[in-house]
């Protein structure tokens, strides 16, 4: 029987690789990389996952995207939120149980692509390499970001949009463009790879033989209408919900604001300080995939493949360019390819070595480096993925970022407040309404965009100030954080920091978060509290409205070390 890890129509591989073949390799680096994830699976949620789990949140409770949480982005990721949490539970290890889960599925449908582009041995190298890198501190892999998504059904659909090639089969036309369509509802810049899959796909049919050019085209179209088809669908439950004129606003007018504040002047600037980090503990993974898109332009077993590869390569790349921002999440989207081409470049030197050396010895030592260098990715991020604790590995990522306070401060307005009882987040930080169980006083659940130089501001800023006072929130929490403000807290509107000079006199600070050092938070309450409130190490401060100061309070002043 031919061993999983040699090229269709080859010699058996001898000794060892039949006795372990690379399946059983692709078994060990995914239970390895879910063993990281389950131990880190209580890593404190960033505010993208905030966000997402708390409108997942509401609409597990039946309340639509869009009315008490407002947002840029599509609702795919958020929906993905509510799945998930439905079945692992509405905790940070519930969610990213799920995230484990899905990856490793990406990781799976990488090893059937890659082995029925190439052979075994491709797809084995595809599995592992995305697993491996999608789970790398660099790109912020160990949470659940939307891109984990987009990655999920991008590939699920570039896996059909294969068979389809192949086979001409409707159903799995279908299937393919309403996959990448629900790749664009996880992230908007899916829609690139989308645009390549149409463009690719309608090339393949009208150079396919034995069916007439009404056939070919009705393909082309059927493909088409299923991408667009779960944006429609989307439009319609939002404006049958009643939300749909804040959906567009935001998506569609805010966003475009927001994917132009930078200009193409400053794109390579950006770029150069992203990139780098976003590959440092990989980058032998991404040279091999260099190595592989080179090599896909010579052999004749690439033949009819490479156009398809490159065109693949090339839409991914461009995922991460919209807005010139390059943040590290967005080269999640960019793995699945990064990972095929990676495949190609073992696989291609794999062959040349049998074919021109022929050394039986040495057949295959082009996989057994391709190992060491795996085993050498997870040596880079050793310290993370083994050592720190949740709480430290967040500290080591996110530096200065108030995650983990986020955490503490939730705890204390759930145990403090009624199930029904409103609060006020002023920062960025959605995870704290997620993780205290309790509704926005706005949907602003960001600031950013009240700080930004954009049209929408001033606007933006009344509108978030008339709905807190409103809905008089029980708690409010201001975020000290300048992270959370992108520049100083309160950010630069004037309007906005005088209404609150004078709205916080309505309630009582009762407690705050100081950074002590990188690893260590101490948290003040009660009277003390009011003594600390300029401190330059606060990072959130905590009020009650005055009509409710002097209920129960479950904390006492304490030090907190990340360990």
């Not at 999983?4 to 080859?10: E, F």
């Not at 606003?249 to 504040?261: D, I, K, N, S």
């Not at 709480?391 to 995650?403: D, P």
Request: with cysteine; charged share 15%.
């Amino acid at each position: 029987m031919r061993s999983p890890l040699t090229a269709a129509g080859t010699r058996s591989a001898p000794g060892w690789l039949q006795r372990f073949p690379g399946w059983w390799f692709t078994a060990a680096v995914l239970v390895a990389v879910a063993a990281v994830r389950l131990r880190l699976a209580d890593i404190p949620l960033e505010r993208d996952e905030g966000e997402y789990a708390y409108t997942g949140q509401l609409m597990l409770q039946g309340i639509p995207p869009y009315q008490l949480a407002y947002s840029m982005k599509f609702p795919g990721a958020a929906t993905m939120y509510a799945l998930v949490m439905a079945v692992f539970g509405q905790t940070p290890a519930g969610i990213h149980l799920g995230v484990m889960c899905l990856t490793t599925l990406t990781a799976l449908m990488l090893y059937w692509l890659g082995n029925r582009i190439l052979d075994p041995a491709a797809g084995m190298v595809a599995a592992t390499s995305y697993a491996v890198m999608a789970a790398t501190p660099d790109m912020m892999g160990l949470e659940g970001h939307a891109t984990h998504f987009a990655a999920f059904f991008v590939t699920g659909a570039t896996c059909l949009m294969w068979k389809a090639r192949q086979e001409f089969h409707w159903l799995q036309i279908a299937a393919s463009g309403f996959a990448f369509g629900l790749a664009i509802l996880m992230k908007q810049h899916a829609a690139l790879i989308a645009a390549w899959a149409l463009v690719a796909f309608a090339a393949a049919s009208f150079r396919r033989a034995g069916f007439s050019a009404g056939e070919r085209l009705a393909a082309v179209a059927a493909f088409g209408a299923a991408v667009v088809l779960p944006f429609a669908l989307c439009c319609l439950l939002l404006w049958m919900a009643g939300v749909f004129p804040k959906f567009w606003l935001w998506t569609v007018g805010y966003a475009r604001q927001y994917e132009t504040m930078h200009t193409i002047s400053q794109a390579g600037r950006w770029f150069g300080m992203r990139f780098p980090v976003a590959v440092s503990s990989t980058f032998c993974l991404w040279l091999l995939a260099i190595l592989g898109l080179i090599l896909i332009w010579f052999g004749e077993r690439f033949r009819g493949k490479r156009l398809w590869l490159a065109g693949f390569a090339g839409a991914s790349a461009l995922t991460v360019v919209p807005g010139f921002y390059f943040r590290l999440h967005y080269f999640l989207l960019v793995l699945p390819a990064v990972a095929l081409l990676a495949a190609c470049g073992v696989a291609a030197v794999n062959q040349y070595w049998r074919e021109r050396i022929g050394n039986p010895r040495l057949t295959h030592w082009p996989v057994i480096v391709y190992g060491l260098l795996l085993a050498a990715v997870f040596f880079n991020n050793r310290d993370i993925w083994l050592v720190q604790s949740p709480v430290s590995a967040s500290r080591a990522i996110y530096t200065a970022e108030s995650f983990p306070e986020a955490q503490s401060v939730a705890a204390f307005i759930r145990v403090n407040s009624p199930p029904d009882a409103r609060v006020a987040v002023l920062g960025s930080e959605p995870e704290i309404y997620f993780l205290s169980g309790r509704h926005s006083a706005t949907g602003y659940i960001y600031t950013y965009e009240l700080t930004e130089r954009q049209p929408f501001a001033r606007q933006m800023t009344r509108e978030m100030i008339q709905e807190v006072e409103t809905n008089a929130p029980e708690f409010v929490v201001f975020v000290e954080n300048p992270m959370s403000w992108d520049g100083p807290p309160g950010g630069h509107s004037s309007e906005f920091n005088s209404w609150w000079a004078a709205y916080r006199t309505q309630y009582d600070l009762i407690g705050l978060s100081q950074m002590v050092s990188p690893v260590e938070i101490r948290w003040i309450w009660g009277p003390a509290a009011a003594a600390q409130e300029h401190d330059a190490n606060t990072t959130l401060e905590l009020y009650r409205r005055k009509h409710l100061a002097g209920g129960p309070q479950s904390h006492t002043n304490e030090t907190i070390r990340a360990n």
